[in-house]
């Protein structure tokens, strides 16, 4: 450590101790969960060629093609052991719980037609949680749907709600031991990405607003019906939905037009296109999945645009009467702003519209070196811990990502996860990073100064003591 370094970190200790004491140990309850998130599509891979979804043919027919380079077969936990094997690598670091997906597809290949090998190999990625005592959270669908129901025009046409329901029905017969459930993920981005925003995504409408509608009223009634029945079965279980949230904060705070476009692109954009409110009953908790915050602005040219961001899930960068503005200089790998004070402000308000228990189904950074992974760890989880203080009911914590796994039509390049993997031999390396996670994790405790001087640089520390005054206002 460098002379220089120490003045930074006497710095930050100093202010600590003036002002923002109360910020060095900061604890959670006993049954908080912590734990680290995937997909079945991101993580399964498809050697054996079984599967198909509507983004194995997309990534055939697609216009784009197919992102995966030749050789790829990242986690590859459709595998038997592989997963397996990351389970105890994510026990070892501590964590409580796992997000995994079921793909749809490999349970009902055809229609009515049910894949019993698929279902065993499912049962033994639960049997291996249980065995490392990690609690599981299953998502039903996380954005690939069965190719079949694809050809019926998947979430457009009613017929997606009824065998949503069937498939959740057995889903919960057969694994009716696991205590979480996530119906579909970020259902208001199936729409966006997939019929309004340029064609990115399967199956790839450039701007047809008559069948987004269409896809978020069957996507609401099949939380809907799949709540019904899951809690029919098994009344315990606890079912939700993960829900993909922005902070939109107005650029300029003194701006009245500013602070009305930022807080109707939040209440439009957070309520999921009004998805939250349609399910809001059937749902016992609200899964959050948070990455990043932009400051907005009125544009009145924007009348009846919509546009995404390069490289990005759900980013919107214009939309009717405003636009987004990127915050800071702080990013990831994929240039998301990274906004840990937005998150606290986030958390609060989801709880506050809502009123139901809040459970962080992702939260995470694209980071290939990991050199920023720790401060954005560190800094979003004193946010959610501020959340906690001011009386959000927060029940969880699942980073986005266990590992590094497939980013959609980024493939593999984007690096999300905790355990490092190497997408061609498939070799995993345990970042530094997850270390910090690591001791939040076993002592249910953030120590605030001292992980900030174990495992921040010195301008990060600069810019988490501001971060810390910032929440403090
Ligand atoms: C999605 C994940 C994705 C992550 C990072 C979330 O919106 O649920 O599938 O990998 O963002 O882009």
Same mark, same amino acid.
């Given at each position: 450590?460098?002379?220089?370094?120490?003045?930074?970190?006497?710095?930050?200790?100093?202010?600590?101790?003036?002002? %923002?004491?109360?910020?060095?140990?900061?604890?959670?309850?006993?049954?908080?969960?912590?734990?680290?998130?995937?997909?079945?599509?991101?993580?399964?891979?498809?050697?054996?060629?079984?599967?198909?979804?509507?983004?194995?043919? =997309?990534?055939?027919?697609?216009?784009?093609?197919?992102?995966?380079?030749?050789?790829?077969?990242?986690?590859?936990?459709?595998?038997?052991?592989?997963?397996?094997?990351?389970?105890?690598?994510?026990?070892?670091?501590?964590?409580?719980?796992?997000?995994?997906?079921?793909? =749809?597809?490999?349970?009902?290949?055809?229609?009515?037609? %049910?894949?019993?090998?698929?279902?065993?190999?499912?049962?033994?990625?639960?049997?291996?949680?249980?065995?490392?005592?990690?609690?599981?959270?299953? $998502?039903?669908?996380?954005?690939?749907?069965?190719?079949?129901?694809?050809?019926?025009?998947? =979430?457009?046409?009613?017929?997606?709600?009824?065998?949503?329901?069937?498939?959740?029905?057995?889903?919960?017969?057969?694994?009716?031991?696991?205590?979480?459930?996530?119906?579909?993920?970020?259902?208001?981005?199936?729409?966006? %990405?997939?019929?309004?925003?340029?064609?990115?995504?399967?199956?790839?409408?450039?701007?047809?607003?008559?069948?987004?509608?269409?896809?978020?009223?069957?996507?609401?009634?099949?939380?809907?019906?799949?709540?019904?029945?899951?809690?029919?079965?098994?009344?315990?279980?606890?079912?939700?939905?993960?829900?993909?949230?922005? =902070?939109?904060?107005?650029?300029?705070?003194?701006?009245?037009?500013?602070?009305?476009?930022?807080?109707?692109?939040?209440?439009?954009?957070?309520?999921?296109?009004?998805?939250?409110?349609?399910?809001?009953?059937?749902?016992?908790?609200?899964?959050?999945?948070?990455?990043?915050?932009?400051?907005?602005?009125?544009?009145?040219?924007?009348?009846?645009?919509?546009?995404?961001?390069?490289?990005?899930?759900?980013?919107?960068?214009?939309?009717?009467?405003?636009?987004?503005?990127?915050?800071?200089?702080?990013?990831?790998?994929?240039?998301?702003?990274?906004?840990?004070?937005?998150?606290?402000?986030?958390?609060?308000?989801?709880?506050?519209?809502?009123?139901?228990?809040?459970?962080?189904?992702?939260?995470?950074?694209?980071?290939?070196?990991?050199?920023?992974?720790?401060?954005?760890?560190?800094?979003?989880?004193?946010?959610?811990?501020?959340?906690?203080?001011?009386?959000?009911?927060?029940?969880?914590?699942?980073?986005?990502?266990?590992?590094?796994?497939?980013?959609?039509?980024?493939?593999?390049?984007?690096?999300?996860?905790?355990?490092?993997?190497?997408?061609?031999?498939?070799?995993? $390396?345990?970042?530094?990073?997850?270390?910090?996670?690591?001791?939040?994790?076993?002592?249910?405790?953030?120590?605030?100064?001292?992980?900030?001087?174990?495992?921040?640089?010195?301008?990060?520390?600069?810019?988490?003591?501001?971060?810390?005054?910032?929440?403090?206002?």
């Amino acid at each position: 450590m460098n002379i220089e370094s120490e003045a930074g970190r006497d710095r930050f200790v100093f202010q600590q101790e003036e002002s %923002i004491q109360q910020n060095l140990k900061r604890s959670f309850s006993p049954e908080f969960k912590f734990g680290s998130s995937v997909s079945a599509f991101q993580v399964e891979g498809n050697l054996d060629g079984t599967r198909r979804t509507n983004w194995d043919v =997309w990534f055939e027919k697609g216009p784009e093609g197919s992102p995966i380079q030749s050789g790829e077969i990242g986690p590859n936990w459709w595998t038997p052991g592989e997963a397996e094997k990351d389970f105890e690598r994510l026990a070892a670091l501590g964590m409580e719980a796992q997000r995994f997906g079921i793909e =749809w597809a490999r349970i009902e290949p055809e229609q009515g037609q %049910i894949n019993q090998e698929a279902i065993k190999r499912y049962h033994g990625m639960l049997d291996s949680l249980k065995n490392l005592g990690i609690e599981p959270m299953i $998502t039903l669908n996380h954005f690939s749907i069965p190719e079949w129901l694809a050809k019926q025009g998947g =979430w457009e046409n009613k017929s997606s709600r009824t065998a949503f329901k069937a498939y959740a029905e057995r889903m919960v017969d057969e694994f009716g031991d696991v205590p979480y459930w996530i119906t579909i993920n970020e259902p208001a981005n199936i729409a966006t %990405i997939g019929y309004l925003s340029g064609g990115e995504w399967p199956p790839g409408r450039n701007f047809d607003p008559k069948a987004a509608l269409s896809v978020m009223h069957n996507v609401e009634a099949a939380n809907n019906e799949a709540y019904e029945v899951i809690k029919k079965t098994k009344p315990e279980a606890q079912v939700g939905s993960a829900n993909y949230v922005i =902070w939109f904060e107005p650029d300029d705070p003194n701006s009245k037009i500013d602070r009305a476009v930022a807080k109707a692109a939040r209440t439009v954009y957070n309520s999921g296109l009004r998805y939250l409110h349609h399910t809001k009953d059937s749902s016992d908790f609200i899964g959050i999945d948070f990455y990043t915050g932009f400051n907005v602005r009125f544009n009145p040219s924007n009348i009846s645009k919509i546009t995404m961001e390069d490289e990005a899930i759900g980013m919107v960068k214009k939309f009717p009467l405003g636009e987004t503005v990127k915050r800071g200089d702080l990013t990831s790998d994929m240039g998301w702003p990274i906004a840990p004070d937005f998150f606290l402000k986030a958390v609060q308000e989801m709880y506050a519209r809502y009123k139901k228990p809040i459970i962080i189904t992702e939260n995470g950074i694209a980071d290939r070196d990991d050199g920023m992974r720790s401060f954005y760890l560190l800094s979003h989880l004193v946010s959610l811990h501020e959340a906690v203080e001011r009386g959000v009911d927060v029940r969880g914590y699942y980073h986005w990502s266990s590992v590094d796994n497939l980013e959609w039509m980024e493939g593999y390049g984007p690096k999300f996860g905790l355990i490092s993997v190497d997408s061609t031999s498939g070799e995993r $390396t345990i970042r530094q990073s997850a270390e910090l996670y690591k001791e939040i994790a076993k002592s249910h405790e953030i120590d605030v100064n001292r992980l900030a001087h174990d495992y921040l640089t010195e301008e990060q520390i600069e810019r988490f003591s501001q971060f810390l005054d910032r929440i403090q206002e």
